[in-house]
């Protein structure tokens, strides 16, 4: 069965980093795209970075840079490294393995809160 399981968020202050995992298993992992997305109480899901399986990047324009998404295929992982965080960051961030819109899968998420 598929699972894919984040963690790594918390509480950090404004400026600070972290670095978001999650891993996959019951999928071919090498063969899926990967995604985070993120979800503020009472926003709408966004989507934060992608990565595909060929290792092609696509970063939200909120990023500006201080994001990097990248993958580990021998440990069926996806990373988020997020630096230099600002409190309109806070939010659960969700991973996501895609081939096509139909054929998806979503971690329950884990949340980043950026406060002082």
């Known amino acids: 069965q598929v699972q894919l399981v984040e963690s790594g968020g918390g509480l950090v202050q404004p400026g600070g980093s972290l670095k978001l995992s999650c891993a996959a298993s019951?999928?071919?992992?090498?063969?899926?795209?990967v995604a985070w997305y993120r979800q503020a109480p009472g926003k709408q899901r966004e989507l934060v970075a992608a990565?595909?399986?060929?290792?092609?990047?696509n970063y939200a324009n909120f990023v500006k840079a201080r994001f990097t998404i990248s993958r580990d295929n021998a440990k069926h992982t996806v990373y988020l490294q997020m630096n230099s965080l600002k409190p309109e960051d806070t939010a659960v961030y969700y991973c996501?393995?895609?081939?096509?819109?139909?054929?998806?899968?979503w971690g329950q998420g884990t949340w980043v809160t950026v406060s002082s």
């Open positions: 996501n393995a895609y081939v096509v819109a139909r054929v998806n899968y």
């Open positions: 019951g999928i071919i992992f090498g063969i899926y795209n």
């Open positions: 990565l595909t399986a060929g290792g092609i990047t």
